[in-house]
Structure formats: structure tokens, C-alpha cells
């Protein structure tokens, strides 16, 4: 796909990108929103206030430049992002529009180190990426508007039901607008929902796993609200969402979308390890399983106590009722009233470790969804348990690039 000279020079600049990658990002985005100011409609503004894209971006490029000689590598990265662009909406004319502000970026940055010869290689290797992404992405939305009851694009559907699961978790049940059928998705995937929001003057849109099994009828995404009335760190969407979007409150979602999802067709047992708001896909995988197979399912759950244990009384009688499904709760800071041996089964951080005789299952999946370093942990123990990277599967809720 690239010329041996090109390979050499893209190749030769990561250790460049490890020193000055943030600061070219940093002033990428900037000439971007000038230039293109209606972008910042896609682009989640809370992670550009915090560096958080930025970081994820800057790595990415990093990564690129380290591995142009074996794509291969990039292989689940890219199909998470595509993934990701697709639930966005995002068109291939803005391709186009990054690639003139990061190769400017690059120029400004690093000067007169950025020589004409590496500024034609990046140019060439963006493109090249550029390319393979549109294309799977246009596969994307042909896939998701051909399927039964499936779109392209923006859809109005409205707000049903809204739900309290714990003190921080809401969830919402969304069914088309037009009352035309919805397309089933497989469980672990994600929608996009945008939202207005006064206080940026902009569209803000965000994506939210679907926390049941699919259905036919209606979309539930389940919530939570992000540190509510702390300066630079509320989530401008999920108080929003929590706060003025009630029942009959229309809003606009993409189709569902995300590589992160069960293997419906297999047979085996199915681990499923969650920290907090990361239960929500796992739940909906927990949900088909369950209903349309005879396999066994492991259900571990951390959260700091009762309070914010979304779906707890559902998920306890789940277990009870269902002598397939096996479910292991950690509460890190369990309150007074909080009952060990009922409302959770162990005290601290999720540890596989104490519960190595439940979760260690021949041939099983282990599907694990939460914060970054959450995610960290139960990967490394899971390897440490003898599990094979081929049969860990994970979701990261954020913008940070997860590499083990």
C-alpha cells in the first residue's frame, strides 16, 4: 500500500510524535474549530476541555506511525473507531477537512523538522487511512439501513418511560417517532443520541450502550449522571438527560453500532465482569443469553455501594430465579446498610482472584466493560488466571486509547 520510502520516513517520526504529538493535536484542534466551527456539534467538548481526545488522538497517530509497516496491529482499533465515526454520522467530505489541519499542524509545529519529504508521507498515509475508513464505513451505513426496521442517519424517536435504577442512573426507553419498526442490533452495541445544549450553544452528541436485549418495540439506554454540580467536570449531556428529558420528550439517535457485542452463535459459557455505568451492555448481553440459549452465564459486578447499584432488586432476582446465571457483586465502600451475603457478596475492588472458582469456565468468553483503569485491572488478572487474549473481549467507557 506504500512505498518502502514512505514506510521509512512515517516510520521514523513516532519517536518525533512521542515528544510533540499533544502539542501538534492540541493545535490541530484549534485550527480545526476556527476554520470549521459547526464541528464542535460532533466533537464531545467536555473530553476537548479535559485534553482527553486530544491524548486519545495524539496516540492513535503515535501508534500509526509505530505500526505503518503492520497495520494488522491497528486491525481492532480502527474497526472501534469506524465503529464509532459511523454512530456519528460522520461523511467523507470531512476526511478531507482533518487531514488539511493535521498536516498544517504538523508543519507548525515541528517547523523546519518538517520537511517536505515527511510532510508527502504523512499526507500520503493519512490518505491511505482516510480511505480505508470511508470505506468501511460506508459498508457500516449500507449494513444498518438495509436491515429490517433499520436507517440511515438521524431518527426522532421519543422518551416512554424514564426509570431511576440507583441514585446516579436513569435509564430511557425510546420508541420511534414514526412508529415504523426498529432494527434489532446485537447485545453490546451502542446508540448515538444528540441533545441541545444552552449553556455551549451547541449540539452535543453522545453514545449510550442499549442495556436491554433487543426487543422489536423500543431502545433502552440506562444513564448515568456525571458528577453533578462540580465546575469542569459535570457531563453537559447526561444532566440534561436527567434534569429535561422526560416522557414524550423527543430526541434524535443514530443506529445502533460498536464491535463490542456477544457471540450469539456460540455455545459456550459466557463471564461477563463489569465496574459501575460499564454493567449497561453487559446487561443487555446477560438479557439475550439468557433468553435465547441453554448456556451458563457469570455475572461480576463492582460498585461502591447500594446507592449507585444500578438494577440491583432486577439483576438479584435474575440469579435467583434463573439457576444458569451465577452473579458476584463487590461494593468497595458498602454503606451501613448494605447487607453482605444480599445486596453484595464481597467487600473491596473487584478480584477475580477470590472468585477464580466461578469465573474460570472452560472455553468461556469473558466480557468486561468499565472505566480505563477498571478495565486494566480485570485484563491483567484474567491473564494472569491463564485466560487467552482471544477469548477477552472488552468496551472502554471513554476517550482513552486502551492498549495491554
Not at 83 to 112: D, F, M, R, T, W
Not at 280 to 305: I, Q, W
Not at 364 to 382: K, N, S, W
Request: charged share 20%.
Amino acid at each position: 500500500m506504500f512505498t518502502p520510502s514512505t514506510i521509512a520516513t512515517v516510520k521514523a517520526t513516532a519517536p518525533v510524535l512521542a515528544v510533540h504529538g499533544y502539542a501538534i493535536i492540541q493545535r490541530f484542534y484549534q485550527r480545526l474549530f476556527e476554520a470549521h466551527p459547526e464541528l464542535k456539534n460532533i466533537f464531545n467538548m467536555r473530553h476537548q476541555e479535559r485534553g482527553e481526545q486530544q491524548r486519545a488522538l495524539a496516540a492513535a497517530v503515535q501508534a500509526y506511525a509505530t505500526h505503518i509497516d503492520n497495520l494488522s496491529v491497528m486491525g481492532p482499533a480502527v474497526e472501534r473507531i469506524t465503529h464509532k465515526h459511523a454512530s456519528l454520522n460522520v461523511q467523507p467530505a470531512q476526511y478531507a477537512v482533518v487531514g488539511e489541519h493535521l498536516l498544517a499542524a504538523i508543519k507548525e509545529v515541528l517547523g523546519e523538522a518538517a520537511t517536505g519529504d515527511i510532510v508527502a508521507a504523512w499526507a500520503e498515509a493519512y490518505q491511505a487511512l482516510a480511505d480505508i475508513m470511508i470505506a468501511a464505513e460506508a459498508a457500516l451505513y449500507a449494513e444498518a439501513e438495509q436491515r429490517p426496521g433499520g436507517w440511515r442517519g438521524w431518527r426522532n424517536f421519543v422518551v416512554r418511560h424514564k426509570r431511576a435504577e440507583s441514585e446516579v442512573i436513569t435509564s430511557f426507553f425510546l420508541e420511534p417517532e414514526d412508529g415504523q419498526p426498529i432494527a434489532e442490533f446485537k447485545p453490546g452495541q451502542y446508540i448515538s443520541l444528540v441533545v441541545d445544549v444552552p449553556s455551549l450553544g451547541l449540539q452535543q452528541v453522545r453514545q449510550y450502550s442499549l442495556s436491554d436485549a433487543p426487543n422489536g418495540k423500543y431502545y433502552r439506554i440506562s444513564v448515568k449522571r456525571e458528577s453533578e454540580g462540580e465546575p469542569g467536570t459535570a457531563g453537559y449531556v447526561s444532566n440534561l438527560l436527567h434534569d429535561y428529558v422526560h416522557l414524550g420528550t423527543v430526541v434524535r439517535i443514530t443506529p445502533p453500532f460498536g464491535p463490542f457485542h456477544v457471540d450469539m452463535d456460540a455455545t459456550t459459557p459466557v463471564v461477563l465482569i463489569s465496574g459501575g455505568v460499564g454493567l449497561t451492555p453487559l446487561v443487555s448481553m446477560m438479557k439475550a443469553v439468557l433468553k435465547n440459549s441453554d448456556r451458563e452465564v457469570v455475572f461480576v459486578h463492582g460498585a461502591r455501594n447500594g446507592a449507585v447499584h444500578a438494577m440491583k432488586e432486577r439483576l438479584k432476582a435474575s440469579a435467583d430465579t434463573n439457576r444458569r446465571l451465577t452473579s458476584i457483586v463487590f461494593y468497595d465502600a458498602p454503606r451501613a446498610d448494605d447487607v453482605l451475603g444480599y445486596d453484595y457478596d464481597h467487600e473491596g475492588l473487584v478480584d477475580l482472584r477470590r472468585v477464580a472458582a466461578s469465573v474460570l469456565k472452560a472455553d468461556a468468553d469473558y466480557y468486561l466493560c468499565g472505566p480505563l483503569p477498571f478495565m486494566r485491572a480485570q485484563v491483567d488478572a484474567l491473564k494472569a488466571l491463564g485466560i487467552p487474549d482471544a477469548r477477552v473481549h472488552y468496551e472502554v467507557f471513554g476517550t482513552d486509547v486502551f492498549e495491554e
